[in-house]
């Protein structure tokens, strides 16, 4: 079973910076698309950013040029640093992984959610 946890998250003044690390554990063989959701209150979860196998990322407009998401596949772990953080980055934070296990299953799982709150 491939599980992921989170961590980094809190609370930071509008302007500062944060830096979210997922990692996963369990029999992973490969890690396809790792990527990173949030979800506001009331609203669906939305992507904030992704990252293939080969390094291609991409963002939600909202986020481009404050964001970055990276990975360290060694370690089967991705990052998100958040520069720049506005309070309409609130949210609950979700790592995605996506890949096959020792076994050749395919897996997409999600972390449990960790909290960004930007207020001063």
């Known amino acids: 079973q491939i599980q992921l946890l989170e961590s980094g998250g809190g609370k930071v003044q509008p302007g500062g910076s944060l830096k979210l690390s997922c990692a996963a554990s369990g029999r992973v063989d490969r890690i396809d698309d790792m990527s990173w959701h949030r979800r506001t209150p009331g609203n669906q979860r939305d992507l904030v950013a992704t990252?293939?196998?080969?390094?291609?990322?991409d963002y939600a407009d909202s986020v481009k040029g404050r964001f970055t998401i990276s990975r360290a596949n060694v370690a089967n772990t991705v990052y998100l640093q958040m520069n720049n953080l506005k309070s309409e980055d609130t949210a609950v934070y979700y790592c995605n992984m996506q890949g096959v296990t020792k076994s050749w299953t395919a897996f997409n799982v999600w972390g449990q959610g960790i909290e960004v709150t930007v207020a001063s």
């Open positions: 990252v293939a196998s080969n390094g291609h990322s």
